[in-house]
Nanobody
Framework: QVQLVESGGGLVQAGGSLRLSCVAS????????MGWFRQAPGKEREFVAG?????????YADSVKGRFIISRDNAKITTLYLQMNSLKPEDTAVYYC???????????????WGQGTQVTVSS
């Protein structure tokens, strides 16, 4: 079983930055691709960014490309990060950390999800 715990959400003004973190644990947690999804009020959940186990491959939704950076640290405890810059009000959503053995960013339905962390961007 895999457990994912997010942190780092909050309230920020438009143009500001936030950094989300996700700590992964589990007896057999490797090698897993990881990523972030988000869900805004009244909208469907959408892919934001994904990263391979080694970190050598990254993928982004067009809406966040050039503003968000996904990274991970696999030393001792696997931790996933999402650096969010130049935030916009439309980035307001609950952000979920996800993990799975494979990553197909075009049609990804990850097996494991965190509980989510709220990000609110004020105008």
């Amino acid at each position: 079983q895999v457990q994912l715990v997010e942190s780092g959400g909050g309230l920020v003004q438009a143009g500001g930055s936030l950094r989300l973190s996700c700590v992964a644990s589990g007896r057999t947690f490797s090698p897993y691709a990881m990523g972030w999804f988000r869900q805004a009020p009244g909208k469907e959940r959408e892919f934001v960014a994904g990263i391979s186990w080694s970190g050598g491959s990254t993928y982004y939704a067009d809406s966040v490309k050039g503003r968000f950076i996904i990274s991970r640290d696999n030393a001792k405890i696997t931790t996933l990060y999402l650096q969010m810059n130049s935030l916009k009000p439309e980035d307001t959503a609950v952000y979920y950390c996800v993990a799975d053995r494979t990553l197909d960013y075009r049609a990804w339905n990850p097996s494991y999800w965190g509980q989510g962390t709220q990000v609110t961007v004020s105008s």
